[in-house]
């Protein structure tokens, strides 16, 4: 209590503590915590309910009411919790009482309360509230003791349902589809949003049967029709046949955004990049954030070598799917290939801090920060690689390169000295280390490392010209033009071959 932002953060831990314990059942260690709570902290909405639903649960009516109106005079806008003190009350006997919450929240919502006369049609109206609200997990409970009275009422089955399908339940969703349907199987309502189910949850197969038993009642549903154009792709049919259907559909819906980027989706498929591009196109002049059209876009684009518009379409795919990792990973392949340093570098620095063990985005961010001459940074980042991977002699190029650039001249010359001697007078050191001795005018030193080159390869051709280009500063133009002769034959010789 004596630092304020700790214990904030602390009793914010115990209230989603709580609320776990809350829904493993664990109701007796929840209530003691949410208790702690508002003893410290008596404002808290969150708790208040809570508790309010654990004293329900336990019979508790009284403390129930209290937290409840405790709830209502800190969300006095809100006519669930008078709807929910009303079916306590109600439940109880205490019809004045009860009667009195109900006329405050219909008053709210705008309808009768004189219609309202039992538990049961109070219990109904709970849960459409509820669901009307958002509320989905507490339209479930309320739902829930309306088909406790009558499991036949097929209208609370599908609100249950949907509730489940908002709350990332499609299984119970399902379930109680299911139960609807074989309570009233002509109502075409309920197989249309048990078909939204399913093609959320990509289950074709089973979309596939829904529809059957939909043409059974109605052979022209035109809803049916709708979701077979969208699902008989996902059914191995034929592209003739789904590209068709799509082409009529689209005739019939107009320009809707599922149906022509599933149109698009069969040209890709058929390997009709150019044709594909156009429905994806039209698609998002509909919706400019579809998601699937968007990546759709992006492949037609690399496969038709487009890299410029495949670039705009990545930009704007992230633009409104910041948190892709796998798209921005993608983005960042195609900007590195394409050596567009400076966008690549903006779009690592994105990436890296949620993938901070990354070598290959290091590794590109530092090449990135090199080529746009950014080389302080550069040299920071081949130093954090080169920790990791000492005998890397490419990194040690590199990051001697990036030193020099750098203007850290005396750090690269001693750097570079100590690699040499590390990795056993390899060519690949020794060739910069002469340029660095030759750029400092130690013309001995740089003269040495070229010979030490030539004896270790004699056909590396660098070794000759740098040699000569020593022999000429010195004056000694006969040795000068004898080295890069043999220079020249040697690299003729390599192009040659």
Same mark, same amino acid.
């Not at 630092?3 to 953060?9: K, L």
């Not at 209208?155 to 349907?181: C, T, W």
């Not at 033009?481 to 690299?491: A, D, N, Q, T």
């Given at each position: 209590p004596e630092?304020?932002?700790?214990?904030?953060?602390y009793l914010n831990s115990l209230l989603t503590h709580a609320i776990n314990l809350f829904y493993h059942e664990r109701i007796e260690e929840a209530e003691e915590i949410f208790q702690f709570i508002i003893e410290k902290r008596p404002g808290s909405l969150t708790a208040h309910l809570y508790l309010a639903s654990i004293y329900r649960e336990l019979d508790k009516t009284d403390l129930s009411l209290l937290h409840y109106q405790h709830a209502s005079n800190l969300s006095p806008g809100d006519p669930t919790l008078f709807l929910q003190r009303a079916f306590l009350l109600l439940k109880a006997g205490k019809n004045e009482q009860a009667f009195a919450e109900l006329k405050e929240?219909?008053?709210l919502l705008g309808t009768d309360s004189s219609k309202i006369t039992d538990p049961e049609q109070?219990?109904?109206?709970?849960?459409?509230?509820? /669901? #009307? *609200?958002?509320?989905?997990?507490?339209?479930?409970?309320?739902?829930?003791?309306?088909l406790k009275n009558n499991y036949q009422d097929a209208?609370?089955?599908?609100?249950?349902?949907?509730? /489940? #399908? *908002?709350?990332?339940?499609?299984?119970?969703?399902?379930?109680?589809?299911?139960?609807?349907?074989a309570t009233k199987s002509g109502q075409l309502d309920y197989y249309y949003g048990f078909a939204a189910l399913l093609w959320e949850e990509n289950d074709f197969q089973e979309m596939a049967k829904l529809l059957k038993r939909i043409f059974r009642l109605n052979k022209n549903?035109?809803?049916?029709?709708?979701?077979?154009?969208l699902t008989l792709p996902h059914l191995g049919e034929s592209k003739k046949r789904t590209i068709t259907l799509l082409q009529e559909s689209i005739k019939n819906f107009g320009p809707d955004p599922l149906l022509m980027n599933a149109l698009g989706q069969e040209y890709l498929q058929a390997e009709l990049p150019d044709l594909a591009e156009n429905w994806f196109t039209r698609t998002l002049k509909v919706v400019e954030d579809h998601g699937q059209a968007l990546k759709n876009l992006i492949t037609v684009y690399t496969l038709l070598n487009k890299k410029e518009e495949a670039k705009k379409t990545f930009s704007r795919y992230l633009k409104h799917y910041f948190a892709d990792q796998d798209v921005r990973s993608q983005f960042i392949q195609l900007l590195y290939h394409d050596q567009d340093y400076k966008a690549l570098a903006e779009e690592i620095l994105i990436l890296l801090p949620l993938k901070p063990r990354d070598r290959n985005l290091k590794r590109m961010l530092a090449i990135s920060y090199s080529k746009t001459a950014r080389y302080s940074e550069a040299v920071i980042l081949y130093r954090s690689l080169l920790a990791d991977e000492p005998a890397s002699l490419h990194l040690t190029r590199a990051l001697v390169y990036c030193m020099q650039h750098a203007g850290q001249q005396e750090t690269a010359l001693v750097f570079l000295e100590e690699a040499v001697k590390e990795h056993a007078n390899h060519v690949s050191l020794l060739l910069p280390l002469g340029v660095m001795y030759f750029k400092q005018n130690k013309?001995?030193?740089?003269?040495?490392i070229f010979r030490r080159v030539i004896a270790l390869s004699p056909q590396e051709w660098k070794g000759y010209r740098n040699l000569a280009v020593v022999f000429k500063k010195r004056g000694e133009n006969d040795f000068s033009?004898?080295?890069?002769?043999?220079?020249?034959?040697?690299?003729t010789a390599q192009l040659k071959a």
């Open positions: 630092q304020p932002h700790i214990f904030t953060g929240a219909t008053s109070l219990l109904r109206i709970i849960t459409l509230t509820l /669901f #009307r *609200n958002g509320k989905f997990r507490k339209a479930v409970y309320y739902g829930s003791k309306v209208d609370m089955h599908v609100m249950i349902a949907e509730s /489940f #399908r *908002n709350i990332g339940q499609p299984v119970k969703a399902r379930n109680h589809y299911e139960r609807a349907l549903d035109r809803v049916a029709r709708y979701y077979l154009a013309l001995e030193k740089a003269a040495e033009e004898k080295y890069l002769k043999k220079s020249e034959e040697l690299r």
